[in-house]
């Protein structure tokens, strides 16, 4: 052999996936960004994801599960756990005993949720005070265009949903920052501490209503809230308001290769799963599409991945077949669907290039994540990085390697760690992202598209 023949044979080869997509992908690629693009832009928080997802699958056929239902191959269910997730399924032909193949998204992003009493005012400026959710550079977010979204359940008991700053002639709303000039001693702190959490106070308005008294912006403000929305102010403590940045998601360089836009984590994954699972009919085994929250702050919470909730859908469909829970998830794959750090040069010193995943190098597989010595990571094993590296590699997906930094760097959790607690085989994988948790995120679009691939490749496994 030349050592050439001896390298393409023995040697890891990584290339660009500009090298490896057909001229037909390229297309389809496209199409399937603008889907993305507009599936972005409608979901910023867990409740307009899980929305979505509900509308579009009963426009496909899905029906609400509901216990004591049939689950014959070929149904299509879907489970709304309260609004802020949900797990969504098409029957396979084989026994639920035999298996499912989960794979598994967030729907939450790192934000600035509004406190439970959060309207003020100061030097005749009013404002909300936040407590930011997930974990952010506080300095990215004042003097970036922000919007309020969520829901508030009035003092009546009825529930009103708030959208503010993203239509084109609504207002947005802004966290200030220091002017430079004024700025010598806040220059010379830590980043972590140039701004801090009690300074991301969102400017609401400024102008007094008129008359006499105390904080008449403030009560102005509350008096467009009152009218908007029917809204008082101990309403707060019974809504879920939060601030995002406000805008769309746009196409990002001269190539347009990249998206920018806020929430790709993991809104990227759950629209790949998503898409993928609308496009299969009569899986071999069942496949189960599952839309997280709290994934940002631990997986918490009725919502996210630690919950019985997902235990609640599973024992039931389990049921419906006579099945044991315990056997179907002993059977089980998961891909845990979640985004990695691309390689960014700018910050080469962060990473371990050799093991770094790359923009335009496909969807990344994450053996583990976690800190300092794995902690905290699924660590997958052998078998189960085979098994997914075959079914990529059956499927003609364009995959690579990912980890999350240099060791001892920093790290980071998914919800790989929680679904193979439950005796599921899992693997991480997923788009890798510049810019993570930052107001404006990238991703590029072959990598989104791959990410769909796989998804589809993990359904049909
Ligand atoms: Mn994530
Ligand atoms: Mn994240």
Known sequence: MTTDELREALLFDRKNGYARITPAQRAEMETYCKGYMAFIDACKTEREATAWAVAEAEKRGFQPFVPGMDAKPGDKIYYNNRGKAIILAVIGQESLGKGVNICA????????DLKPNPLYEDSEIA?????????????????????????????????VTVTIGEDESDPILVVSDLLIHLSADQMKKPLAEGIVGEQLNVILGTEPLEGEGADMVKLHIMKLLNEKYGMIESDFLSA??????????????????????????????????????????????????ILADKEEIGSVGISGMQSQAFEHFMQNLCDAQNV???????????????????????????????????????VSICKYTGSRGKGGASDASAEAMGHIRTT?????????????GKVDQ????????????????????????????????????????????????????
């Open 105 to 112: 998204a967030h729907v939450d992003s790192p934000r600035m």
């Open 127 to 159: 404002y909300f005070k936040t407590h930011y959710y997930g974990g952010i550079k506080k300095y990215q977010w004042p003097t970036v265009a922000l919007a309020l979204h969520g829901v508030v359940y009035r003092k009546d008991g009825t529930v």
């Open 240 to 289: 879920e308001l939060t601030i995002v940045p406000a805008g769309k998601c746009r196409e990002v360089g001269l190539d347009r290769s990249l998206l920018g836009a806020y929430g790709h984590d993991d809104r990227v994954c759950a629209y790949a799963e998503l898409d993928a699972l609308f496009a299969i009919e009569n899986p071999a085994k069942t496949a189960v599409c």
């Open 324 to 362: 044991k829970l315990c056997d179907c998830f002993a059977n089980s794959f998961c891909l845990s669907a979640d985004v990695s750090n691309a390689f960014d040069p700018n910050f080469a010193e962060t990473c371990d290039r050799r093991n770094n995943s790359m923009l335009n190098y496909g």
């Open 392 to 404: 990529f590699e059956n499927a003609g997906v364009i995959w690579q390697i990912a980890t999350l």
């Open 410 to 461: 920093g790290g980071g959790g998914t919800v790989a760690a929680y679904m193979a607690n439950r005796n599921i085989v899992t693997v991480d994988a997923g788009v890798p992202v510049l810019c993570m948790h930052a107001p404006m995120e990238l991703v590029s679009k072959l990598d989104c598209y791959e990410t769909m691939l796989a998804c589809k490749a993990i359904y049909l496994a």
